[in-house]
Structure formats: structure tokens, C-alpha cells
């Protein structure tokens, strides 16, 4: 008889070699993860501050930012202390944000200035940025360290 096909060994050999080459094509996915993980952090937190300015504009009322970094998360919320806040947002525990000049509290006013300028050092364990918040212009500045 004369059969055709594959023997066990030249089976075996493929599936080991398509094994090898799926290993290392997923060893390289966490890292890249957590990296955009960061990355979409980082820019969530600069549009939830322009937010914040858009809204007092918007409203022609003082609006609030609460950066609480030892809970992990922050609030955007109308000056008066009993109004439902806008916005909450947590974010992961790996991810440090260090007050720098900025306080843990921004507050923009009607017309969308804030209150003070200064900056934050966001800290993960791939990497580190800086966010600066402008004073009179109400302009953010990310830059990666």
C-alpha cells in the first residue's frame, strides 16, 4: 500500500516549532499591556482636565478637581459640595501620581482659568511623566520623562 501523509515525527516537529513561535510571540504581550494601560491613563487624565475646564466654561460656574492619590483616584465636580460630581475615575495601584507644585486640588474658574498652575510626576513601574497644568491659560503640557 502507499499512503500518503505526515509521519509522527514530522507532526511532532511542526507542532513544536508553531508551540516555540506562539511562546515568544506572547512573552511580549504583558509588557506592551501595561504600557498602554499607562499611556491611556495619562491621556484620560489630561481630557478629563480639559473636561473640567470645558464645564466651567460651559456652565459660567466654578468647577472642582480632586486628585486623591492615596485612594487612587480622582473627581471633577461642581464648586458647591453637596452637587453630584461630574466625573470619577479610579485608576490602577501601580500607577503613583506624586504631587510636585500642583495641589491635590485645581479649581477652573467660570472662565475656564485655574487657580493655580504647577505640576504633577506621574510614576509606573515602565514609565514616568510629568503634567503640567499652565496658570492663566488653563494649558496642559504632558511630557514623558
Do not use: W
Not at 490602577?92 to 472662565?111: F, G
Not at 496658570?135 to 503640557?141: A, D, E, Q, V
Amino acid at each position: 500500500m502507499d499512503h500518503k501523509g505526515f509521519t509522527l515525527l514530522e507532526s511532532l516537529t511542526v507542532l513544536m516549532i508553531s508551540s516555540i513561535m506562539m511562546i515568544t510571540l506572547f512573552s511580549g504581550l504583558p509588557p506592551i499591556y501595561e504600557k498602554r494601560v499607562v499611556q491611556h491613563f495619562v491621556s484620560q487624565l489630561e481630557e478629563d482636565l480639559l473636561y473640567a475646564q470645558q464645564t466651567a466654561l460651559a456652565q459660567n460656574a466654578k468647577v472642582k478637581v480632586h486628585l486623591d492619590f492615596d485612594r487612587f483616584k480622582y473627581a471633577i465636580m461642581p464648586a458647591d459640595e453637596k452637587a453630584d460630581p461630574y466625573l470619577v475615575r479610579t485608576f490602577d495601584h501601580k500607577i503613583a501620581i506624586k504631587e510636585s507644585t500642583l495641589r491635590q486640588h485645581l479649581t477652573y474658574s467660570p472662565n475656564g482659568v485655574p487657580n493655580q498652575g504647577g505640576k504633577i510626576v506621574i510614576d509606573t513601574p515602565c514609565a514616568s511623566f510629568q503634567l503640567t497644568v499652565y496658570l492663566g491659560s488653563g494649558k496642559i503640557n504632558v511630557q514623558k520623562k
